[in-house]
């Protein structure tokens, strides 16, 4: 048993920033469409140049504003987790809670080694040119309720022969969901769906149903996995990354997208009903920055795109109004996310509440928090992750990492943390995946192949010193 005690109040800690070039230098491709294991790779004076197997190569020159095109963005966003992370939001320790803030520790209440249920090894990219380095690979992870869990991988199917270019539907990819009893972390059944993409997974979860997205391929299944509605996306032109989902917290909306940061002009967007997989709306819009959605609602970091010289804000629109700005926002906020349909987070340093009014609800300041937050389903819970920095070595160029230390813990009406607790279990790097089960109690992590459960205290609506078992969150 260990006792929850109130912080300390945090001493100020510096800012970190970055300078970026507007320099354009151009290289012709010494390799165009060069795969390696499936993968087109380019590495130019530092920078990652990946490709899909499963989307045209690349072509003609490359220029350093290429970087801010959709064939780089198109994987680069969809393994960001992995390969795209900021060393800087790792580099610092964590900070203690400010007063008042209960502390304490949790353990794992499970862990279930999936290894032997996924077959051939999951697939990442592989990038870089000489010296090739393997990424991690592309999952999910979902609860389908509080009491199931599913995790998805994309591996080969060594019993298909590999496909040409010109029949990309049979290459032989397999999206594997694993189902996970939550309270044991039994494996209950398992699945198997060929994919045309190696970016593959699932992208919203409501009442027991799921959605899966396989390149184009929308397809809607029942809480015992069985098919029972599908959409098919319409192509996308090549220099766009892709549809990208982005699900309502309660997983009956999906807002598709295809941002393109080389242009101020509008790009397809699709609003789908995911309770039935029926497009609701589909038209082009200005995309100026990132953006969230609830089921009525989308939030976007309006202005804070590269090519935008306007002023940063929080601009809402429904389906049937237009944009309205509720709020001046900083550039140090990077992305917008619905917790329930009235209160959105503003992931950054300062990280921020707002409700859709523009009002504020909550803001934080400690440093190297706040670049995501996992909510719960029912709107009345959210998590947000800390990651230590771990083993950098500026003086030889050895990059650090982050690893997980500590989660804090905020419950409706979110006008205060309720708890910040440190996390007891083996190490967990930053390209984790976390969910929240629907009513807040569960959290998981999927770490490499390896899921682990655990129990978080109950919500806290009144101050309170009390003692947590690291075992089973519980005071």
């Known amino acids: 048993m260990l006792v929850i005690k109130a912080g300390r109040v945090p001493s100020a800690a510096p800012r970190l920033g970055s300078d970026r070039g507007t320099t354009k230098r151009a290289w012709t491709c010494p390799s165009a469409g060069r795969y390696y294991d499936g993968i087109h790779i380019e590495k130019m004076d530092g920078s990652l140049w990946v490709h899909d197997d499963t989307v045209s190569p690349w072509t003609g020159q490359f220029t350093f504003s290429g970087l801010f095109t959709g064939n780089f963005w198109e994987h680069a966003l969809l393994i960001s987790s992995a390969a795209l992370f900021l060393l800087a939001h790792f580099l610092s320790s964590p900070r203690v809670s400010p007063v008042g803030t209960p502390s304490g520790a949790i353990a794992a209440s499970w862990s279930a080694d999936l290894r032997p249920e996924i077959g051939n090894a999951p697939l990442g990219l592989v990038v870089g040119r000489g010296h090739e380095t393997r990424l991690p690979p592309t999952t999910s992870l979902w609860f389908l309720d509080n009491n199931t869990i599913v995790a ?23 999206l594997r969901a694993i189902f996970l009893d939550a309270s044991n972390g039994r494996i209950m059944s398992t699945q198997a769906w060929p994919s ?8 919203a979860v409501n009442d027991g149903n799921f959605t899966t997205q396989r390149g184009v391929v929308l397809t809607l299944y029942s809480p015992d996995a069985k098919e029972v509605g599908r959409l098919t996306l319409p192509p996308i032109q090549q220099d766009l990354w892709g549809w990208v989902a982005h699900p309502s917290p309660t997983g009956k909306s999906i807002l598709f997208a295809t941002p393109n940061l080389t242009t101020t002009g509008q790009t397809p967007w699709i609003w789908v009903d995911a309770t039935t997989l029926r497009i609701v709306r589909s038209w082009k819009e200005v995309q100026s920055g990132w953006f969230g959605i609830s089921d009525d609602a989308t939030a976007m970091l309006a202005c804070t795109f590269p090519l935008y010289h306007c002023d940063p804000n929080l601009a809402i629109r429904s389906l049937t109004t237009e ?14 996310r619905f917790l329930n349909e009235d209160t959105i987070f503003l992931s950054g340093h300062p990280w921020k509440l707002l409700r859709t009014d523009g009002s504020v609800i909550l803001t934080e ?13 029912n709107g009345q819970r959210f998590v947000v992750p800390f990651f230590q920095s771990k083993g950098g070595f500026a003086a030889l160029d050895i990059g650090a990492h982050g690893e997980l230390k500590t989660v804090s813990v905020y419950d409706a009406p979110f006008h205060k943390r309720s708890y910040k607790l440190d996390v007891k279990a083996p190490k967990i790097r930053e390209t984790a995946k976390l969910a929240l089960s629907p009513d807040g109690s569960k959290l998981v992590i999927l770490y490499e192949e390896s899921v682990y459960l655990f129990q978080l205290p109950p919500p806290q609506s009144t101050e309170h010193t009390d003692t947590v078992d690291p075992k089973n969150g519980n005071p």
């Open 152 to 174: 998805t991988f994309v591996t080969h199917d060594e019993r298909i022969a590999l496909s040409n270019r010109d029949s990309d539907t049979n290459l032989p990819l397999r």
């Open 196 to 203: 045309d993409s190696r970016f593959a997974g699932i992208v």
């Open 323 to 336: 944009w309205k700005t509720v709020a001046p926002i900083d550039r140090a906020q990077s992305s917008a």
């Open 365 to 377: 300041n400690t440093p190297f928090e706040g670049d995501m937050a996992i909510p719960s389903a």
